[in-house]
């Protein structure tokens, strides 16, 4: 990486700390800190505090979903703009507008042209949601793509399995497919479902020792979506 000619802008987290978004933003500051020592980061829990934390800033960055800017896409896109208007902003944004959202989309998607349109540049994390943009917001800006980072791997502790649970203890021959992130519609549990029994299938018809086959989520429901892990359970 070269060498800064100024300082980064202050990296501005908004959002409860348990927010998926909100984490990640966490991560990629932290990371800018460990290059740039003197970057400002600041984190808050609410968009009016943001809002009062940019006033005193040139330049901001922020990570955008209008999940977390509002309780609907609309007040979202208001309170971005608002942002916007009180230093250089600059956003990279998550959670693209695409057809599993269903009836929200046509509001989804007029958000994000105005998140789009309000700031002074954008970026995403995927050559994937430079296309979504291309697809669902082809009057906007197209952002820069910079790949999604990762953290350093570290081999977490194992705990002790429970007596009660020996039996369920993974084998080497078991099938175990992993899905990170929150569980709501469109977000591909029931893909992966389809696709781990496909795999399964011709594995075994090869003379694969294939045992169980697991799909396992990492993340809990999305609000309003409890009910979609009980019928992808089943």
Do not use: C, W
């Amino acid at each position: 990486m070269g060498q800064m000619t100024e300082a980064p802008p202050l990296q501005l987290i908004v959002g409860p700390a348990g927010h998926g978004v909100v984490a990640y933003a966490a991560d990629v500051a932290s990371a800018l800190r460990d290059l740039t020592p003197e970057a400002d980061v600041v984190r808050v829990e609410t968009v009016a505090d943001a809002i009062s934390v940019a006033r005193r800033a040139a330049r901001v960055h922020v990570h955008v979903t209008d999940r977390l800017f509002g309780g609907s896409p609309e007040e979202a896109a208001r309170n971005l703009e608002q942002l916007a208007g009180t230093t250089r902003l600059t956003i990279t944004l998550h959670d693209l507008p695409q057809t599993s959202d269903g009836r929200s989309l046509s509001r989804r998607v007029a958000a994000y042209a105005r998140f789009l349109d309000a700031v002074h540049a954008a970026v995403v994390n995927s050559r994937h949601e430079q296309q979504l943009v291309a697809e669902f917001l082809p009057g906007s800006p197209t952002p820069h793509a910079i790949p999604l980072g990762a953290r350093l791997a570290v081999t977490p502790p194992t705990p002790p399995l429970r007596p009660e649970e020996g039996s369920r203890a993974i084998s080497p021959h078991d099938l175990v497919l992993l899905v990170a992130g929150y569980v709501y519609p469109g977000k591909g549990h029931a893909d992966a479902i389809r696709a781990a029994d496909e795999a399964a299938s011709d594995l075994r018809a090869t003379g694969e020792p294939i045992g169980r086959v697991l799909v396992r989520a990492i993340g809990g429901a999305s609000a309003g979506h409890e009910e979609d892990v009980a019928a992808l359970t089943a």
